[in-house]
Nanobody, 118 residues
């Protein structure tokens, strides 16, 4: 399984960025696609997730500012980051869960850096 993340970079406070993650290499269907982030010296935290049916969930700290979406045909998940704050600075990771029938399989993508600074 390969998870190819793209996007990220440097943005000013109040600015926007877009992250994408493309999943490939599994014969199983995708159960959920998620974004986590980890800031220096902090634990990795769930930012947003989206199920196969389109149900979304967000961390309270990003509600109303970030939007997660997915393209089931392309097995991609996108995270739109708006109204960025310096505290959004972190390495963002794509996390995909596959439905193997009797069990689920989860994979992490490589991280992509998001830096919010003036």
């Amino acid at each position: 399984v390969q998870l190819q993340a793209s996007g990220g970079g440097l943005a000013q406070p109040g600015g926007s960025l877009r992250l994408s993650c493309a999943a490939s290499g599994s014969a199983f269907s995708i159960y959920s696609m998620n974004w986590y982030r980890q800031a220096p010296e902090k634990q990795r935290e769930l930012v947003a997730g989206i199920s196969s049916t389109g149900t979304t969930n967000y961390a309270d700290s990003v509600k109303g500012r970030f939007t997660i979406s997915r393209d089931n045909a392309k097995n991609t998940v996108t995270l739109q980051l708006n109204s960025l704050k310096p505290e959004d600075t972190a390495v963002y990771y794509c996390y995909v869960v596959y439905d193997g029938g009797t069990r689920r399989y989860a994979y992490w993508g490589q991280g992509t850096q998001v830096t919010v600074s003036s």
